[in-house]
T-cell receptor
Framework: EAQVTQNPRYLITVTGKKLTVTCSQNMNHEYMSWYRQDPGLGLRQIYYSMNVEVTDKGDVPEGYKVSRKEKRNFPLILESPSPNQTSLYFC?????????????FGSGTRLTVV | TQLLEQSPQFLSIQEGENLTVYCNSSSVFSSLQWYRQEPGEGPVLLVTVVTGGEVKKLKRLTFQFGDARKDSSLHITAAQPGDTGLYLCAGEGSNTGKLIFGQGTTLQVKP
């Protein structure tokens, strides 16, 4: 089944403790992206990657890091999480950019930072 | 900064009624995508429109892309309780790496 898999689904952590949210897709998609979703603010892009070793900032990149060493994986790293990073996070992938292929989203990771 | 204004934000209607959701921007997009999201799950793609003036139908849902590729609408005919959910429009910039989302429309269809 074609899908984007995120782990974990739920995570509660403490301020300052480094964490990684994994994202993997099995569709050989070139493009991958991370979003956070907050009430009243909608979905906002954190980082995206057009291909292996090519990453760029989205609209809200502060406090996050990403890497794209393999085509299928695009982990999101929070080096020193803070409470304002409590949110619902989604990873998404698409076959090609700007071609109207549509995005496939993961099921989400609900992160709470206390 | 590209923005997508989606309206209305909330809509509560009776089963059988028709409704239209609008998505407007001052920017031109290479495509306009519509998603539906259930609570606690990721958005699921409903349709993508890429050509100005394009109309696509998905059963009782009709999607239209504006001639200038700056706006779009979603029309639901004879809404059913199963249509309840969050509907999101998203504009894709040409080779910019960005998919910009509207704020979403929460639709409740009462039996």
């Amino acid at each position: 089944e074609a899908q984007v898999t995120q782990n974990p689904r739920y995570l509660i952590t403490v301020t300052g403790k480094k964490l990684t949210v994994t994202c993997s897709q099995n569709m050989n998609h070139e493009y991958m992206s991370w979003y956070r979703q907050d009430p009243g603010l909608g979905l906002r892009q954190i980082y995206y990657s057009m291909n292996v070793e090519v990453t760029d900032k989205g609209d809200v990149p502060e406090g996050y890091k990403v890497s794209r060493k393999e085509k299928r994986n695009f982990p999101l790293i929070l080096e020193s999480p803070s409470p304002n990073q409590t949110s619902l996070y989604f990873c998404a992938s698409s076959r090609l950019l700007g071609q109207g292929y549509g995005y496939t989203f993961g099921s989400g990771t609900r992160l709470t930072v206390v | 900064t590209q923005l997508l204004e989606q309206s209305p934000q909330f809509l509560s209607i009776q089963e059988g009624e028709n409704l239209t959701v609008y998505c407007n921007s001052s920017s031109v997009f290479s495509s306009l995508q519509w998603y539906r999201q259930e609570p606690g799950e990721g958005p699921v793609l409903l349709v993508t429109v890429v050509t100005g003036g394009e109309v696509k139908k998905l059963k009782r849902l009709t999607f239209q892309f504006g001639d200038a590729r700056k706006d779009s609408s979603l029309h639901i005919t004879a809404a059913q309780p199963g249509d309840t959910g969050l509907y999101l429009c998203a504009g894709e910039g040409s080779n910019t790496g960005k998919l910009i989302f509207g704020q979403g429309t929460t639709l409740q269809v009462k039996p």
